[in-house]
């Protein structure tokens, strides 16, 4: 089985300052890995995958991030945040579909990104 | 990607009434998910729906409170039965990328249960 642990509940962070929302896993298998952004009253949109290569992947709207094997994790950052990147911010993981036939996401319990003017 | 369009996006029901909730997607997809966001939380997978089988539920949800249609391959219906306030949540569905893994989602529908 695999889990996911958002360490941060919140992150407040003024516009225009980095930001970096941290995000950890688990799991006996090859994964992929997956963040997605929640905002206000509408469904998830995903930010960025990684699947295999490159450790570090680009996202949609300034975002990035680094897959670390030997740390188990997943950071999600953006160098310079704006008003409009306040949202819930979810990291996810599944379990490479040619080691298992479980193929549903895990999500980790969120993190809400608040960027203050 | 896919589109996903779910019905109803919103309603207000009363306690011990069941609402079922409608997926349709713009493609033909093998498998499709329903999650249920309860407020300030996180996304839980309640079952995943193939078409020609009965769902796979995971572990808290069953069949009777939750029964699932999945008559073809671009549809699938999520029946919340008997509800309790307890049920109040956001449900989506969702479906996986052939290649990518990733899951796109429909917007979801909103529940109040009073």
């Known amino acids: 089985a695999q889990s996911v642990t958002q360490l941060d509940s919140q992150v407040p962070v003024f516009e225009e300052a980095p930001v970096e929302l941290r995000c950890n896993y688990s799991?006996?298998?090859?994964?992929?890995l997956f963040w997605y952004v929640q905002y206000p009253n509408q469904g998830l949109q995903l930010l960025l995958k990684y699947l295999s290569g490159s450790t570090l992947v680009k996202g949609i709207n300034g975002f990035e991030a680094e897959f670390n094997k030997s740390q188990t994790s997943f950071h999600l950052r953006k160098p310079s945040v704006h008003i409009s990147d306040t949202a819930e911010y979810f990291c996810?993981?599944?379990?490479?579909?040619?080691?298992?036939?479980?193929?549903?996401?895990?999500f980790g319990s969120g993190t809400r990104l608040q960027v203050q003017p | 990607s896919a589109v996903i369009s779910q019905k109803p996006s919103r309603d207000i029901c009363q306690r011990g009434t069941s609402l079922t909730i409608q997926c349709q997607v713009d493609s033909q997809v093998t498998m499709m998910f329903w999650y249920r966001q309860q407020p300030g939380q996180s996304l839980t997978l309640i079952a995943t729906a193939n078409q020609g089988s009965e769902a796979t539920y995971e572990s808290g949800f069953v069949i009777d409170k939750f029964p699932i249609s999945r008559p073809n391959l671009t549809f699938s219906t999520l029946t919340v039965s008997n509800m309790s306030p307890e049920d109040s949540s956001i449900y989506l569905c969702s479906v996986q990328g052939a290649y990518t893994g990733e899951l796109f989602f429909g917007e979801g529908s909103r529940l109040t249960v009073l």
């Open positions: 996810a993981v599944s379990p490479h579909p040619m080691d298992t036939g479980r193929r549903a996401l895990t």
């Open positions: 799991s006996s298998v090859s994964v992929y």
